[in-house]
């Protein structure tokens, strides 16, 4: 069969600036941390310096507490309807300036650039945009009630959609008239800084939105500081608990939106080629770094073998590398620690006795790789079956009927999200109402909205972020 390639197509950079050291974003201005610290942030596609980032230290979160707090009485006093403006002002901005977003979320973060112009900047502006329609008709989201804002919020975010879980915060937050410090992931502060520009574009007043940037310590220094009202935090579970331990008595507020090991469940009726496509978007989307990824995938046991033949063909296809390349599907693995993880958990998987297929793929020399990797012999019991990987890795288990189907989909600590690909529609309701799982997915897969809530049960977290469920967390009914 011939062989066509692609042509290199690397999206320009040009539209980016840089700058060599940035400052934090406080009170409405760009200012050097007072902690005197900076690390340094790289492309993990080439290893290459991006810049040096403040790594704020108590007295700078101090100081962006004090400044939420001086902003907190008169945001929330405003007309609902002019708090919206301004998150209209955030959204048209970021749809303005989406190229640079999205060419700054590649080099930072590495995933495909098709995928930040595609889907991580327009989500984040959509959510703007939806939460600025809410500001003034919470009456209409909370009938009868009162809905006051909380005060100030600590926000703490991961690095696999660093814009995009930016604006799940920041946007029903700033809505419900709350003011927030967000920090970023250390190795994605990029975006977030680039927002504080588009902050100051959209005459955000001064305190309503800080920035403070830095590694794990200034997460912890933020969410425990007393003068914060409440605190949404996501990342991973371990992180999670530690936090909820660490408020735990302190009348803090808390929605937590942890890990997941999602089961993708294929059933014999189902159109396999459209699933294939469902389940390559399930687990290699962003190179797996996603929460709510298609992690497991339960196939019925007569069409497994055909479906994993289908699907390493389709893995095949798959073209890895530059992220900047605009027909790129798999980008660059965020850091050398989360390369580490997954080549750790994928030699579990070898020593546990799964069979490992990998996709023929050409590694770059530079930056931090991992080919798309397929489990097949995976039993409930192995490690990667029950650990989250957050890799491009897939563990496939096979099933007979619907209830062994849900039993073993639910037989995880996780509760964050699933998917059914049927072709009978009371299967699909029948498996909804069994699977514990936030999101249920039916015949598609990591497909999201503004207006549909997501977020997790059991050890994948609590509280709703996006739709009119996104709104709770950030008020006080009464
Ligand atoms: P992580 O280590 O929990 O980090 C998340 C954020 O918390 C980062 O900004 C991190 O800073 C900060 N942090 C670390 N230790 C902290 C502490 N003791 N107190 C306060 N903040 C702290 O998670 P990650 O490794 O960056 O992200 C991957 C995990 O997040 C996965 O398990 C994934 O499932 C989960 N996740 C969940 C969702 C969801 O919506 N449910 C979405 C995305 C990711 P550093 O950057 O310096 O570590
Ligand atoms: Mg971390």
């Not at 930040?116 to 327009?122: F, G």
């Amino acid at each position: 069969m011939p062989r066509w390639d692609y042509a290199p197509a690397p999206e320009a950079t040009d539209i980016v600036t840089v700058k060599d050291t940035y400052g934090l974003f406080i009170g409405g201005e760009e200012v050097e941390p007072l902690s005197g610290d900076y690390f340094k942030t790289i492309n993990p596609a080439t290893e290459e310096v991006l810049a040096a980032i403040p790594e704020a230290g108590l007295e700078d979160i101090e100081a962006a507490v004090a400044a939420a707090r001086k902003a907190a009485g008169t945001w929330a006093a405003i007309a609902p309807a002019d708090r919206a403006k301004y998150l209209f002002r955030i959204a048209r901005a970021m749809q303005e300036r989406q190229r640079e977003l999205a060419v700054l979320e590649t080099m930072n973060g590495g995933k495909p650039i098709k995928e930040s112009r595609d889907i991580d900047v327009p989500l984040a502006g959509a959510h703007f945009f939806y939460y600025a329609g809410w500001a003034d008709k919470l009456e209409f989201a909370f009938p009868g009630r009162n809905a006051e804002p909380l005060g100030v919020c600590a926000q703490v975010i991961p690095w696999n959609f660093p814009l995009l879980m930016l604006a799940w915060k920041i946007a029903p937050a700033l809505a419900t008239g709350n003011t927030v410090v967000l920090k970023p992931a250390e190795t994605t502060p990029l975006t977030a800084l680039l927002f504080a520009q588009i902050c100051h574009q959209a005459g955000l007043p001064a305190g309503v939105v800080n920035i403070v940037t830095g590694a794990g310590e200034t997460g912890a220094a933020l969410v425990n500081h007393p003068g914060v009202d409440k605190v949404a935090f996501t990342g991973s579970t371990e992180v999670g608990k530690q936090i909820q331990r660490s408020l735990a008595g302190s009348g803090k507020h808390l929605s937590l939106e942890l890990g997941g090991k999602a089961a993708n469940i294929v059933f014999a009726d189902a159109p396999l080629d459209q699933a294939v496509e469902g389940i390559v978007n399930g687990i290699f989307f962003n190179q797996g770094h996603v929460c709510c990824a298609g992690s497991r995938l339960l196939l019925q046991e007569s069409i497994a073998t055909r479906v994993v033949s289908k699907l390493k063909r389709r893995l095949s296809t798959l073209r890895l590398g530059d992220p900047l390349d605009k027909n790129t599907d798999i980008g660059a693995i965020n850091s050398r620690a989360q390369l580490d993880k997954i080549k750790e958990l994928v030699g579990v998987g070898v020593d546990e006795g799964a069979e490992l297929y990998q996709a023929p793929c050409e590694l770059p020399e530079h930056g931090f790789w991992f080919p798309p990797t397929v489990f097949t012999g995976v039993s409930q019991s192995h490690r990667i079956a029950q650990e989250e990987i957050f890799g491009p890795v897939l563990s496939v288990l096979t099933f007979r009927t619907e209830d062994e189907a849900v039993e073993k989909a639910n037989n995880t600590p996780y509760g964050l999200s699933a998917g059914v690909w049927t072709d009978k529609g009371s299967r699909i309701l029948w498996m909804a109402d069994r699977l514990k799982a936030g999101v249920v997915w039916a015949n598609t897969f990591n497909r999201f909205d503004p207006a549909s809530p997501f977020g997790g049960f059991k050890e994948s977290g609590f509280g709703r972020e996006g739709g009119r469920h996104g709104l709770e967390p950030y008020v006080r009914l009464t």
